[in-house]
């Protein structure tokens, strides 16, 4: 006991050290929602400040004044030049503009100061104090005595001045920031030169207790990644706690024993203690916000699809490329093209590495700081199939693809919990533990190299002489082929679209019938499937590997490629691969880059970041684009065109033959409808396939065509069949009853409205009945089955669909493709066939989109189909929610304040549009506060005041009612 | 739209599997042909020299090749002797082998001047630049010049066995030194430098696989034999109670660590108290200091450091017990800034080399005097005390040496065989000898004391250990 006790205090300087280091990154993270890959950067740089100006001559104290001085400087640099021109793209890409920070800065220092170790100058006294068979330093002592004051000053910072508050409020909503006259850009700016201050104070110190070199020193922010995941990013006292127990590990696992003995030890433990923290998070399902996206973007967004005039350049360009691509190799004469070839090889693997994280990243939104760690689980398996197995290439390369997807799924297990950010240093925490543990143990090690006859025999089948390099080139192109072709097959089918929705808004994807958690378990397996399969492909290629070659920093790097790239666009992941491997031939070539590599490569990447914002997809379409332009291209393109317009109408032809042919053998075999039957709802299916429905709403156009008086609801309301209902539902949230025994039913074919004043508990009412919220009591039952513990997804699934009160689409997609993804319960097919393109997910994706076609064309959305949602006005943007929920097909639909936002004319124009709907027997129950409109449409209102029903009945009788009119509406309704 | 993209999907798809199909066919149908699959190390020019080139492992086989080589070699000698050639040039016999022309001898090696290696490996191109410089400006060798490219990899190790197949490609005769490790480890791993029949001479990369490879022949002492000389030294000074902190990351740690368990446990009447693995970078190794204190419970009387000297002087700072009687440190210590650093409390530290460093009555050695001089003439700020600086220098004087005793008749089979039998003596080390069996050339180190004076680090003494050797060799 003593000796833990002995080893925690002398795990208090290192505790000291990484607090300092985690509050600067969650202050920095609070105030920009940026994560500061640079800080170790920004740690390192004041500390050879302090040293050169104390060579100058300068006392230590003004030396060390102006060393933080310096890091504010450097944190407003590093905003300023990497950060703030990202801020209208991704949160991924201003994580990799950090990267590009540290990059660049790290290079800058080792240039400047050199690699050798400095003696750093001593802000403290010389001195230590005994502690058992230990001693601590005066130095070391300081520095956890500094991080208790700069913390509680932080604090107070935060918490009891205005600044703190401008900061804490602009890090949470910029535009309200924004609206009440403060300039966020100028709060951000200021939190990142505290940051940096910050940064630069640690530094100093750290390194007055140790010494001075770049690639250490920076190395020093890793732990308080790990001490800033603890604390969710967000807490200062929590970042201080998560560093006391990053330290404490680091103190305590040396005198464990084995453990202690064990290499990688602390970070093994660590990682597991990572897991625990994670495993207690909530899990909740987030919803997406498309306003938010618009406003951030400022006009920029990414585009998963870039699409061109026509789409011809493109496919004229991909033809060209196409053609060359079996004379690449031939390139260059002798060792030059030998050389060429060895960047193609290796643009190949990383092109594998890209349409992973295109994958997992761009499209699902789960930002991944640890394939390299995946790709490194590939590259040794594969070593030990070929060695301990004998199971030659190409054999082995599934094999090993599958146990990186396996990994890659336990991670997302635990991951899956978390998201954005926080997801992102989880993951780098993952890759942090396979670098300096799973990489380091013997078992696995061991199989460090292939001897060449376990690659494959000659004579045998099927064999690849890999000696050439040619070969090579041929097989892994093949690979990264197939890899692209199964990614854009998934792209374009109801497993990609679910990966977009889950993206755009975890809540709207959940409402759609989309299970969140398997769709994000699925994208981790299929991305660690393709990151296996690039370490495969390392290993076969060079045929050992060493210690350290898959460390945590290289998945900065491989991150980088697929933001380089465009972040979700299978052509600019491949694109920059192609421009970052090529640079090993150019520093092969040029040999006055000697001692630049570092730097050339991260100004490489800075520069490409930020001249093309959008990646190079978007720079390439524009080249593309220009080109086309011209006559001359034109011309050819007419050409081209031609010929490919008969070679794509022969494969058309020879598809529908094939899948014709199919339908017809599963209809035999009983395994599917015969065609023409519909598997949607009679509801829905009749108005999205009788041509006689008029034309609702011409709502591109902003003209009502034609508007038909709904026939009105039978009498007798309980003689319908109840299609929910809520019983004595009551929900609290601490000591706060929200909801108070709330009873409400919703009949068949009725609209049911639910009214109350601001936080009576309609909203919690609503996200209790939708399963967003688990009631604290009572019972939720839909169609007379209990789903009050149900998950969002299921309870889609038993036949209800909803719209947000927040705009809920996927501002990537299209209208046709947002409204596509409400097709996901119907379509039975699997993301195998969806890989494979198989004739049966052919003839679902037909129906899908006819059935979509229906809708669009009902609610007169065809003008805006092919557009983004996020180039939509708001009103427009409404209606989509509607139709959205109408392709569900479900004939319970849920609206949340559906006229919110909207004007009279719209909210007039969606009224009309929902008594439609319900003479088409649709169930509807929203909750609205625009009681006008309420009334006006509603067969049946609750009432709720302060969490309780205050009253129930028809529009007439609501309107009516005395403690309606006093408690909600303030005065009697016209009539 | 979509049937659109999904017939271009369609023609990807279908490409990528005929590019997989076609690649087998045409391997298999190359092969019936008798044409091969790989485009292989070009073959040497000229009249001839088929028996020299085309017949050994040079021309691609396998290591079990390189006797036939060597036998081959020897042949050739005779067939030059008797062909009448001389060494200069017009005289020399052409282009005798790959990357030999007849007046020139294509060489390359990787270097590391980016990247965290840079700080200690960053001198290493000063010390062939310098042999190089000087034997050119002799006229080369039997009238070829020495033509070196030198590229930087960054210590990256898939950049430096690329760059080290591009060489092998591009047709170099060899790889001397090749400092940075991480690429050239890979590259012998890989297999590629043992088919090849590549020669890397005067490598310094001190971990073991160096010397087990019948293509490397290195010149510095390996770690695991700086280990076993330490224990040796300390057991034949009286210690029997020994304590060792070794780096557990890096594999140089992890192979000496293991050497110097391995050899004290089999010493009579010995022991490791203290064995303590650290990860270097840390910013404080307070805890581990304490742990290895506990089990040395001030009883340790040797205490040896495996350490890289940043993390040395980390660790040192944490006032870690040191031996009763003699605390070592590993070649990796012998580095000036290190001493520096660590100042009065590392004084009377023995840190042992296998080389003769520029220090003291030693720097006026004949060698080193020129190594000094011949070092600074291309960069005179260079620190000579550098040992990975001074082992490229040496390095590569070593092959420049085996490339004058194979001759004008300039063969990797013959350079092997001239290696494989080559003694070579100089005042920069003991004397190094190469076998076909015994990579282990530089099997000696010597020890240099931590000289401190008013609280400064004031140079190295030479312990006057003499030259001690592996005692497992």
Request: glycine content about 12%; some cysteine.
């Given at each position: 006991?003593?000796r833990?006790?002995?080893?925690?205090v002398?795990?208090?300087?290192?505790?000291g050290?990484?607090a300092i280091?985690a509050?600067g990154?969650?202050?920095?993270y609070?105030?920009?929602?940026?994560l500061n890959?640079?800080h170790?950067?920004m740690?390192m740089i004041?500390p050879?400040v302090?040293?050169?100006l104390?060579?100058a001559?300068?006392?230590?104290?003004?030396?060390?004044?102006l060393g933080?001085v310096a890091?504010?400087?450097?944190?407003?640099g590093?905003?300023?030049?990497f950060?703030?021109p990202?801020?209208g793209?991704?949160?991924?890409?201003?994580?990799?503009?950090?990267?590009?920070a540290l990059?660049v800065?790290?290079?800058?220092?080792?240039k400047?100061?050199?690699?050798?170790q400095?003696?750093?100058?001593?802000v403290?006294p010389e001195g230590r104090i005994?502690i058992?068979?230990s001693?601590?330093?005066?130095?070391?002592?300081g520095?956890?005595?500094v991080?208790?004051?700069?913390?509680?000053?932080?604090?107070?910072?935060?918490?009891?001045?205005?600044?703190g508050?401008?900061m804490?409020?602009t890090?949470?909503?910029?535009?309200?920031a924004?609206?009440m006259?403060?300039d966020?850009?100028?709060?951000?700016?200021?939190?990142?030169?505290?940051?940096?201050?910050l940064?630069?104070l640690?530094?100093?110190?750290?390194?007055?207790?140790?010494n001075l070199?770049?690639?250490?020193l920076?190395?020093?922010?890793l732990p308080a990644?790990?001490a800033?995941l603890?604390?969710?990013?967000?807490?200062?006292l929590g970042?201080?706690?998560?560093?006391?127990?990053?330290?404490a590990v680091?103190?305590?696992?040396?005198?464990l024993?084995?453990l202690?003995?064990?290499q990688?030890?602390?970070?093994?433990f660590l990682?597991l203690t990572?897991?625990?923290?994670?495993?207690t998070?909530?899990?909740?399902?987030?919803?997406?916000?498309?306003?938010?996206?618009m406003s951030s973007?400022g006009?920029r967004?990414?585009r998963?699809?870039?699409?061109l005039?026509?789409?011809?350049?493109v496919v004229?360009?991909?033809?060209a490329?196409?053609a060359?691509f079996?004379f690449?190799?031939?390139?260059?004469?002798?060792?030059?093209?030998f050389?060429?070839?060895?960047?193609?090889?290796?643009?190949?693997?990383?092109?594998v590495i890209a349409t992973?994280?295109?994958?997992?990243t761009?499209?699902?939104?789960?930002?991944s700081?640890?394939h390299a760690?995946l790709v490194?689980?590939?590259?040794?398996?594969?070593?030990?199939?070929?060695?301990?197995?004998?199971?030659?290439?190409?054999?082995?390369?599934?094999?090993a693809?599958?146990?990186?997807?396996?990994?890659?799924t336990?991670?997302?297990?635990v991951?899956?919990?978390v998201r954005?950010?926080?997801l992102?240093?989880?993951?780098l925490?993952?890759?942090?533990m396979?670098?300096?543990?799973?990489?380091?143990q013997?078992?696995?090690t061991?199989y460090?190299r292939?001897d060449?006859p376990?690659i494959?025999?000659p004579?045998?089948?099927?064999?690849?002489d890999f000696s050439?390099?040619?070969i090579?080139?041929?097989?892994?192109?093949?690979v990264?082929?197939?890899?692209?072709y199964?990614?854009a097959?998934l792209?374009d089918s109801?497993?990609g679209r679910?990966?977009?929705a889950?993206?755009?808004?975890?809540?709207a994807?959940?409402?759609?019938g989309?299970d969140v958690?398997?769709?994000k378990?699925?994208?981790?397996?299929?991305?660690?499937?393709l990151?296996g399969a690039?370490?495969n492909?390392i290993?076969?290629e060079?045929?050992?590997?060493?210690?350290g070659?898959?460390?945590?920093?290289?998945?900065?790097?491989?991150?980088s490629?697929?933001v380089?790239?465009?972040?979700?666009?299978?052509?600019g992941?491949?694109?920059?691969s192609v421009?970052?491997?090529?640079?090993d031939?150019v520093?092969?070539?040029?040999?006055?880059?000697?001692?630049?590599?570092d730097?050339?490569?991260?100004?490489?990447?800075a520069?490409?970041?930020?001249a093309?914002?959008?990646?190079l997809?978007r720079?390439?379409?524009s080249?593309?684009a220009?080109?086309?332009?011209?006559?001359?291209?034109v011309?050819a393109l007419?050409g081209?065109d031609?010929?490919?317009?008969?070679?794509?109408d022969d494969?058309?032809?020879?598809?529908?033959q094939?899948?014709a042919?199919?339908?017809?053998?599963l209809?035999l075999?009983?395994?599917?409808?015969?065609?023409?039957a519909?598997?949607?709802t009679?509801?829905?299916?009749?108005?999205?396939?009788?041509?006689d429905?008029?034309q609702?709403?011409?709502?591109?156009?902003?003209?009502?065509?034609v508007?038909?008086?709904?026939?009105?609801?039978?009498?007798g309301?309980?003689?319908r069949a109840?299609?929910?209902?809520?019983d004595?539902?009551?929900?609290?949230?601490g000591g706060l009853?929200a909801?108070?025994g709330?009873t409400?039913?919703v009949?068949?074919?009725?609209?049911?409205g639910?009214?109350?004043?601001?936080?009576?508990?309609k909203?919690?009412?609503?996200?209790?009945?939708?399963?967003?919220?688990?009631p604290t009591?009572?019972?939720?039952?839909l169609?007379?089955k209990?789903?009050?513990?149900?998950?969002?997804?299921e309870?889609?699934?038993?036949?209800v669909?909803?719209?947000?009160?927040a705009?809920?689409?996927v501002p990537?997609?299209?209208?046709?493709?947002n409204?596509l993804?409400?097709t996901?319960?119907?379509?039975?097919?699997g993301?195998l066939s969806?890989?494979?393109?198989?004739p049966r997910a052919?003839?679902e994706?037909?129906?899908?989109?006819?059935?979509v076609r229906?809708?669009v064309?009902?609610?007169g959305l065809k003008d805006?189909?092919?557009?983004?949602?996020?180039?939509?006005?708001?009103?427009?943007?409404?209606?989509v929610?509607?139709?959205?929920?109408?392709?569900t097909?479900?004939?319970?639909i849920?609206?949340?304040e559906?006229?919110s936002?909207l004007d009279?004319?719209?909210t007039e124009k969606l009224?009309?549009?929902?008594?439609?709907v319900r003479?088409?027997g649709?169930?509807?129950l929203?909750?609205?506060?625009?009681?006008?409109?309420?009334t006006s449409v509603?067969d049946y209102?609750?009432?709720?005041?302060?969490?309780?029903?205050?009253?129930?009945?028809?529009?007439?009788?609501?309107k009516r009612d005395?403690?309606?009119?006093?408690a909600y509406?303030?005065e009697p309704?016209?009539a | 739209?979509s049937r659109?993209l999904?017939?271009?999907?369609?023609i990807?798809?279908?490409a990528?599997?005929s590019v997989l199909?076609?690649?087998?066919t045409?391997?298999?149908?190359?092969?019936?042909?008798?044409?091969?699959g790989?485009?292989?190390?070009?073959?040497a020019?000229g009249?001839g020299e088929a028996?020299?080139?085309?017949?050994?492992?040079?021309?691609?086989?396998d290591?079990?090749?390189?006797?036939?080589g060597?036998?081959a070699?020897?042949?050739?000698?005779?067939?030059a002797a008797a062909?009448?050639?001389?060494?200069?040039?017009?005289?020399?016999?052409?282009?005798?082998?790959i990357?030999?022309t007849?007046?020139?001898?294509?060489l390359?090696?990787?270097?590391?001047?980016s990247?965290i290696?840079a700080s200690?490996?960053g001198?290493s191109?000063i010390?062939?630049?310098?042999?190089?410089?000087?034997i050119?400006s002799e006229?080369?060798?039997?009238?070829?010049i020495l033509?070196?490219?030198?590229?930087?990899?960054a210590w990256d190790?898939?950049r430096?066995?690329?760059?080290?197949?591009?060489?092998i490609?591009?047709g170099?005769?060899?790889?001397?030194?090749?400092?940075?490790?991480e690429?050239l480890?890979?590259?012998?791993?890989?297999?590629d430098?043992?088919?090849?029949?590549v020669?890397?001479?005067?490598?310094?990369g001190?971990?073991?696989?160096?010397y087990?490879?019948?293509?490397?022949?290195p010149?510095?002492?390996a770690?695991?034999?700086?280990?076993?000389?330490?224990?040796?030294?300390?057991?034949d000074s009286?210690v029997?109670?020994?304590?060792?902190?070794y780096?557990k990351l890096?594999?140089?740690?992890k192979?000496?660590?293991?050497a110097?368990?391995e050899?004290v446990?089999?010493l009579?009447?010995?022991e490791v108290?203290?064995f303590?693995g650290?990860?270097?970078?840390?910013?404080n190794y307070?805890?581990?200091?304490?742990?290895?204190n506990q089990?040395c419970?001030?009883?340790c009387?040797?205490v040896?450091l495996?350490l890289?000297?940043?993390t040395?002087?980390?660790?040192?700072?944490?006032r870690p017990?040191f031996?009763?009687?003699?605390?070592?440190?590993?070649?990796?210590l012998?580095?000036?800034?290190?001493?520096?650093n660590?100042?009065k409390?590392?004084s009377g530290m023995?840190?042992?080399?296998?080389?003769?460093p520029?220090?003291?009555p030693?720097?006026?050695l004949p060698?080193?005097?020129a190594?000094?001089?011949?070092?600074?003439?291309v960069?005179?700020?260079v620190?000579?005390?550098n040992q990975f600086?001074?082992?490229?220098?040496?390095?590569?004087?070593?092959?420049?040496?085996?490339?004058?005793?194979?001759?004008?008749?300039?063969?990797r089979a013959?350079l092997?065989q001239?290696?494989?039998?080559?003694d070579f003596q100089?005042?920069?080390a003991?004397?190094l000898s190469?076998?076909?069996?015994q990579?282990?050339?530089?099997a000696?180190?010597?020890a240099f004391e931590v000289?401190?004076?008013?609280?400064?680090?004031n140079?190295?003494?030479?312990k006057q250990t003499?030259w001690?050797?592996d005692?497992?060799l």
């Amino acid at each position: 006991m003593i000796r833990f006790l002995v080893a925690l205090v002398l795990s208090l300087p290192n505790i000291g050290a990484y607090a300092i280091l985690a509050v600067g990154i969650v202050m920095i993270y609070r105030a920009s929602k940026v994560l500061n890959l640079a800080h170790g950067a920004m740690t390192m740089i004041p500390p050879y400040v302090v040293y050169s100006l104390s060579k100058a001559g300068l006392p230590a104290l003004p030396a060390v004044v102006l060393g933080i001085v310096a890091g504010g400087l450097l944190g407003w640099g590093v905003e300023r030049v990497f950060v703030r021109p990202l801020r209208g793209e991704s949160v991924t890409a201003q994580t990799v503009g950090t990267v590009a920070a540290l990059g660049v800065l790290v290079a800058l220092a080792a240039k400047v100061w050199g690699t050798t170790q400095l003696p750093a100058v001593r802000v403290f006294p010389e001195g230590r104090i005994a502690i058992s068979q230990s001693s601590i330093s005066y130095g070391e002592l300081g520095l956890f005595f500094v991080m208790i004051v700069v913390t509680g000053a932080l604090l107070v910072l935060f918490q009891r001045t205005d600044l703190g508050l401008l900061m804490r409020g602009t890090a949470e909503n910029r535009r309200a920031a924004s609206l009440m006259g403060v300039d966020p850009d100028r709060i951000t700016g200021f939190a990142w030169i505290l940051g940096g201050a910050l940064a630069g104070l640690s530094g100093i110190l750290l390194a007055s207790v140790t010494n001075l070199h770049p690639y250490t020193l920076s190395l020093q922010a890793l732990p308080a990644f790990v001490a800033a995941l603890f604390a969710g990013l967000a807490s200062l006292l929590g970042a201080v706690a998560g560093a006391g127990i990053v330290g404490a590990v680091a103190g305590i696992v040396p005198i464990l024993g084995k453990l202690g003995e064990l290499q990688g030890g602390s970070e093994l433990f660590l990682a597991l203690t990572a897991i625990v923290v994670m495993a207690t998070k909530g899990g909740r399902l987030v919803a997406g916000d498309i306003r938010s996206e618009m406003s951030s973007a400022g006009g920029r967004r990414e585009r998963e699809h870039v699409k061109l005039p026509g789409g011809r350049p493109v496919v004229a360009v991909a033809v060209a490329l196409f053609a060359l691509f079996p004379f690449m190799p031939f390139m260059g004469r002798g060792g030059q093209g030998f050389a060429i070839l060895g960047s193609l090889n290796k643009a190949a693997i990383f092109a594998v590495i890209a349409t992973a994280l295109v994958l997992l990243t761009g499209w699902v939104g789960q930002i991944s700081l640890g394939h390299a760690a995946l790709v490194g689980v590939g590259a040794y398996t594969t070593g030990m199939f070929a060695q301990a197995l004998h199971i030659p290439f190409p054999l082995n390369l599934p094999l090993a693809a599958l146990l990186a997807a396996g990994v890659a799924t336990a991670l997302g297990v635990v991951a899956v919990r978390v998201r954005g950010l926080y997801l992102a240093v989880a993951t780098l925490i993952f890759s942090w533990m396979a670098d300096a543990f799973l990489f380091r143990q013997d078992w696995l090690t061991r199989y460090f190299r292939i001897d060449e006859p376990n690659i494959g025999k000659p004579g045998t089948f099927p064999y690849f002489d890999f000696s050439d390099r040619r070969i090579f080139y041929f097989v892994a192109w093949a690979v990264a082929g197939l890899g692209l072709y199964a990614a854009a097959n998934l792209r374009d089918s109801k497993t990609g679209r679910a990966f977009f929705a889950v993206r755009g808004s975890e809540v709207a994807a959940s409402s759609l019938g989309i299970d969140v958690v398997r769709y994000k378990l699925l994208a981790f397996s299929i991305s660690g499937f393709l990151a296996g399969a690039a370490g495969n492909l390392i290993m076969t290629e060079s045929r050992a590997i060493v210690p350290g070659q898959f460390q945590f920093n290289i998945s900065f790097l491989l991150l980088s490629i697929a933001v380089v790239g465009g972040t979700s666009s299978l052509g600019g992941g491949v694109a920059a691969s192609v421009v970052f491997a090529s640079l090993d031939y150019v520093f092969f070539k040029v040999r006055a880059l000697g001692g630049l590599l570092d730097i050339t490569s991260a100004a490489l990447l800075a520069v490409v970041l930020l001249a093309y914002r959008g990646g190079l997809a978007r720079a390439g379409s524009s080249i593309v684009a220009a080109i086309a332009r011209q006559a001359w291209a034109v011309r050819a393109l007419e050409g081209a065109d031609r010929a490919w317009m008969q070679v794509r109408d022969d494969l058309a032809w020879l598809r529908s033959q094939i899948a014709a042919r199919t339908s017809q053998r599963l209809v035999l075999a009983g395994l599917a409808m015969p065609a023409g039957a519909s598997m949607y709802t009679p509801a829905v299916s009749s108005f999205a396939e009788d041509d006689d429905v008029p034309q609702l709403l011409a709502v591109a156009g902003g003209s009502v065509d034609v508007i038909e008086r709904p026939r009105p609801l039978p009498a007798g309301r309980e003689s319908r069949a109840i299609v929910l209902r809520a019983d004595e539902v009551t929900v609290r949230f601490g000591g706060l009853v929200a909801v108070n025994g709330v009873t409400l039913e919703v009949r068949e074919g009725e609209i049911v409205g639910l009214i109350g004043p601001n936080g009576a508990g309609k909203t919690v009412t609503f996200n209790s009945i939708a399963g967003i919220v688990t009631p604290t009591s009572g019972r939720v039952t839909l169609y007379d089955k209990d789903v009050t513990n149900v998950p969002v997804h299921e309870r889609a699934q038993l036949g209800v669909a909803r719209t947000f009160q927040a705009i809920q689409l996927v501002p990537q997609l299209s209208v046709f493709d947002n409204l596509l993804v409400a097709t996901h319960l119907h379509n039975p097919t699997g993301f195998l066939s969806h890989v494979a393109v198989t004739p049966r997910a052919l003839e679902e994706e037909h129906r899908a989109r006819e059935r979509v076609r229906g809708v669009v064309s009902l609610l007169g959305l065809k003008d805006a189909a092919e557009r983004q949602v996020a180039d939509l006005p708001f009103g427009v943007l409404r209606m989509v929610e509607v139709a959205r929920a109408m392709v569900t097909g479900f004939k319970f639909i849920m609206l949340d304040e559906p006229a919110s936002g909207l004007d009279n004319t719209e909210t007039e124009k969606l009224t009309e549009v929902l008594l439609q709907v319900r003479d088409l027997g649709v169930t509807l129950l929203l909750i609205e506060h625009d009681v006008k409109m309420v009334t006006s449409v509603s067969d049946y209102i609750y009432v709720l005041e302060r969490g309780t029903l205050i009253a129930e009945g028809p529009a007439d009788k609501i309107k009516r009612d005395p403690a309606v009119v006093a408690a909600y509406l303030g005065e009697p309704v016209e009539a | 739209m979509s049937r659109f993209l999904n017939s271009t999907k369609g023609i990807l798809a279908l490409a990528c599997v005929s590019v997989l199909l076609g690649t087998i066919t045409f391997q298999r149908l190359g092969a019936a042909g008798g044409a091969g699959g790989g485009t292989g190390p070009v073959t040497a020019q000229g009249p001839g020299e088929a028996a020299d080139v085309g017949g050994p492992g040079a021309a691609g086989t396998d290591a079990g090749a390189a006797g036939g080589g060597a036998a081959a070699a020897i042949g050739g000698a005779a067939k030059a002797a008797a062909s009448g050639l001389e060494c200069r040039r017009g005289k020399n016999g052409g282009a005798t082998d790959i990357g030999v022309t007849g007046d020139r001898i294509k060489l390359a090696a990787t270097v590391v001047q980016s990247g965290i290696g840079a700080s200690f490996l960053g001198s290493s191109p000063i010390g062939i630049q310098a042999v190089v410089r000087k034997i050119n400006s002799e006229g080369g060798i039997c009238g070829r010049i020495l033509d070196i490219k030198l590229v930087d990899d960054a210590w990256d190790a898939n950049r430096g066995l690329g760059f080290i197949r591009n060489f092998i490609e591009e047709g170099v005769f060899a790889l001397p030194v090749t400092p940075s490790s991480e690429g050239l480890t890979a590259a012998i791993e890989s297999g590629d430098i043992s088919k090849a029949g590549v020669p890397v001479v005067g490598s310094d990369g001190m971990l073991i696989q160096q010397y087990r490879n019948p293509w490397v022949w290195p010149v510095a002492t390996a770690t695991v034999s700086t280990m076993r000389i330490m224990a040796k030294y300390a057991y034949d000074s009286g210690v029997r109670k020994f304590g060792l902190v070794y780096d557990k990351l890096y594999r140089f740690g992890k192979e000496g660590s293991q050497a110097f368990k391995e050899y004290v446990e089999k010493l009579p009447a010995a022991e490791v108290k203290s064995f303590v693995g650290i990860n270097p970078g840390q910013p404080n190794y307070s805890s581990d200091v304490e742990e290895f204190n506990q089990r040395c419970s001030n009883d340790c009387e040797f205490v040896g450091l495996l350490l890289e000297p940043g993390t040395a002087e980390t660790w040192i700072a944490g006032r870690p017990q040191f031996g009763t009687k003699m605390t070592s440190g590993a070649q990796t210590l012998f580095n000036e800034r290190f001493a520096q650093n660590c100042g009065k409390l590392c004084s009377g530290m023995l840190v042992w080399t296998g080389y003769n460093p520029a220090v003291g009555p030693l720097a006026a050695l004949p060698d080193i005097a020129a190594f000094r001089a011949d070092v600074q003439s291309v960069s005179p700020t260079v620190d000579v005390t550098n040992q990975f600086l001074q082992g490229s220098y040496l390095g590569m004087t070593v092959f420049a040496e085996a490339l004058k005793r194979v001759g004008p008749q300039l063969t990797r089979a013959r350079l092997r065989q001239v290696l494989d039998s080559m003694d070579f003596q100089s005042s920069m080390a003991s004397q190094l000898s190469w076998r076909p069996n015994q990579r282990h050339a530089n099997a000696t180190a010597h020890a240099f004391e931590v000289v401190v004076t008013q609280g400064s680090f004031n140079g190295w003494r030479d312990k006057q250990t003499g030259w001690v050797r592996d005692p497992t060799l």
